[in-house]
């Protein structure tokens, strides 16, 4: 079985400062991480993907995440928020095998000018 | 790549109405998935098909819901004698078959329950 915890349902940094958003998974098989966002009225829209190799991910827009094995966390980061970037982000597990994946409940970014 | 189509955008239902919504996929993409997500929460996995099979089903799926996707293409999610507890946003997405690929989602269709 496979579960997300998002921390913190709401994140606010200023514009220009950096975006930092935690997830963290539980997964029994080595596990696939995802990040999406959603902007609202919209579907989600995949950010970045960890499935083997290398740990820090690249994704569009400037972010990027680091799985971390041990601390079983996939945390997204950005260095200089923009304003475009406020909408709603998702982190997601699935695995080797799997079918399906399995959100955590969200996180929502303000970005203040 | 034309993306994945959803149809309606929204529905408005009276309680105890039969709603369908369809979801056309991405053309190349075998695998097709429902999910329902409320307010402040993420989505949540209803079903998924693999071409025409239905190979998994969330408990969440009441006998009131059912998927079909007759030819492998479209897919369809009925709800019957809706509830209030319905009102959600559905989200269709399709991928193809390795675990590791990821859902291109659709813009759901939004469903409020009268």
């Known amino acids: 079985a496979q579960s997300v915890t998002q921390l913190g349902s709401h994140v606010s940094v200023s514009e220009g400062a950096l975006v930092l958003l935690r997830c963290n998974y539980s997964s029994s098989v080595p596990p696939y991480l995802f990040w999406y966002v959603q902007y609202p009225n919209q579907g989600l829209q995949l950010l970045l993907k960890y499935t083997t190799g290398a740990t820090l991910v690249k994704g569009i827009n400037g972010f990027e995440a680091e799985f971390k094995k041990s601390e079983t966390s996939f945390h997204l980061t950005k260095p200089s928020a923009h304003m475009s970037d406020a909408a709603e982000y998702f982190c997601a597990v699935s695995g080797i095998g799997g079918n399906k994946l399995v959100f955590g409940a969200g996180t929502i970014l303000r970005v203040k000018s | 790549d034309t993306g994945v189509s959803q149809d309606p955008r929204h529905k408005i239902t009276k309680r105890g109405q039969n709603v369908t919504f369809r979801c056309d996929p991405i053309?190349?993409?075998?695998?097709l998935y429902w999910y329902r997500q409320t307010l402040g929460q993420g989505p949540e996995f209803l079903t998924y098909f693999q071409n025409e099979a239905q190979l998994e089903k969330s408990r969440l799926l009441s006998d009131r819901f059912s998927a079909e996707r007759p030819k492998g293409s479209f897919s369809t999610l009925e709800i019957q004698r809706t509830e209030q507890g319905d009102s959600a946003m559905y989200l269709c997405?399709?991928?193809?078959?390795?675990?590791?690929?990821?859902?291109?989602f659709g813009n759901g269709t939004r469903l409020t329950v009268t």
């Open positions: 997405a399709s991928s193809l078959a390795p675990a590791n690929s990821p859902l291109h």
């Open positions: 053309s190349e993409h075998n695998r």
